[in-house]
């Protein structure tokens, strides 16, 4: 089986892939202080509930990928890899690894791995051109061109942390559940800032990826917009501009990615 984990600055994906399905899912919190050991602890608590993996840590695991925003968080993961999973083939996603996807930024090092991957399986699974839209720590838009090259993008605060900003900044408001009201008119503060957040990240989305995909196609409907991302859910149903929601994106690309470096036999 393969372990995949995707590092996101405020949670950490891991799938465990049984060939080109997706067996098993876990969501933790990323906490850039976390040693190699207190992860691999975790890593074993997670897999131990699963039925196909064994006791110790790593019975079951043919293969690992990893990407991450966090570099603390990478470099602790690269020493669990080495004292825990040492026969095992890891591909870490970093400059150097092949993932099949040309990247035609100014410069490419400093995008973000996360959005490689994702770029990655879109190519693969819908073509392109297309956009991806990941709902994370920030909302992030990605194009792909009708050549499956990764082409730019942009990045916007994302869903937490404007509530987090009004609820700090905001002398009479306060942390609120994001949720959808029941109008877009709100009848209490509560009400009023979960409008505010549901249909206004709508409202930019449908902006957003008009924009790009002017850009990118002559026709728009040549071009796939796919969601990804915790808080994709939110959004889904208010967004005209999504074609495909598909919650397991980056993981995805992180198998294609370690297929496309690890030789098969």
Same mark, same amino acid.
């Given at each position: 089986?393969?372990?995949? *984990?995707?590092?996101?600055?405020?949670?950490?994906? !891991?799938?465990?892939?049984?060939?080109?399905?997706?067996?098993?899912?876990?969501?933790?919190?990323?906490?850039?202080?976390?040693?190699?050991?207190? !992860?691999?602890?975790?890593?074993?608590?997670l897999?131990?509930?699963?039925?196909l993996?064994?006791?110790?840590?790593?019975?079951?695991?043919?293969?690992?990928?990893?990407?991450?925003?966090?570099?603390?968080v990478?470099?602790?993961?690269?020493?669990?890899?080495?004292?825990?999973y040492?026969?095992?083939?890891?591909?870490?996603?970093?400059?150097?690894?092949?993932?099949?996807?040309?990247?035609?930024?100014?410069?490419?090092?400093?995008?973000?791995?996360?959005?490689?991957?994702?770029?990655?399986?879109?190519?693969?699974?819908?073509?392109?051109? +297309?956009?991806?839209?990941?709902?994370?720590?920030?909302?992030?838009?990605?194009?792909?061109? +009708?050549?499956?090259?990764?082409?730019?993008?942009? *990045?916007?605060?994302?869903?937490? *942390?404007?509530?987090?900003?009004?609820?700090?900044?905001? #002398?009479q408001?306060?942390?609120?559940?994001?949720?959808r009201?029941?109008?877009?008119?709100?009848?209490?503060?509560?009400?009023?800032?979960? #409008?505010?957040?549901v249909?206004?990240?709508?409202?930019?989305?449908?902006?957003?990826?008009?924009?790009?995909?002017?850009?990118?196609?002559?026709?728009?409907?040549?071009?796939?917009?796919?969601?990804?991302?915790? !808080? +994709?859910?939110?959004?889904?149903?208010?967004?005209?501009?999504?074609?495909?929601?598909?919650?397991?994106?980056?993981? *995805?690309?992180?198998r294609?990615?370690?297929?496309?470096?690890?030789?098969?036999?």
């Amino acid at each position: 089986m393969l372990l995949t *984990i995707d590092v996101g600055n405020t949670h950490t994906v !891991l799938g465990l892939f049984d060939g080109e399905d997706i067996v098993e899912h876990w969501r933790v919190s990323t906490d850039a202080r976390r040693p190699a050991d207190e !992860l691999a602890g975790l890593l074993q608590g997670l897999m131990g509930m699963h039925p196909l993996l064994g006791d110790e840590l790593g019975d079951g695991i043919d293969g690992i990928a990893i990407c991450a925003t966090v570099p603390s968080v990478l470099h602790e993961l690269r020493e669990v890899t080495r004292r825990y999973y040492g026969d095992v083939p890891a591909v870490l996603v970093e400059p150097g690894v092949k993932t099949g996807v040309p990247i035609l930024t100014d410069n490419p090092k400093e995008v973000g791995a996360d959005r490689i991957i994702n770029a990655v399986a879109a190519v693969e699974l819908y073509g392109g051109p +297309a956009v991806v839209v990941d709902f994370g720590t920030a909302t992030t838009f990605d194009a792909v061109s +009708a050549r499956g090259e990764y082409v730019g993008g942009v *990045i916007a605060p994302g869903i937490e *942390i404007s509530v987090e900003a009004l609820g700090v900044k905001g #002398a009479q408001l306060r942390k609120i559940e994001v949720a959808r009201p029941r109008s877009v008119i709100g009848k209490n503060t509560v009400e009023a800032m979960q #409008a505010g957040i549901v249909y206004g990240f709508a409202g930019q989305v449908d902006g957003v990826v008009n924009r790009m995909v002017r850009e990118l196609a002559d026709d728009p409907d040549d071009v796939t917009v796919i969601a990804t991302g915790g !808080l +994709a859910p939110m959004v889904l149903g208010e967004s005209s501009v999504i074609d495909e929601h598909e919650p397991w994106l980056t993981l *995805i690309g992180l198998r294609l990615v370690y297929e496309r470096n690890v030789a098969r036999t």
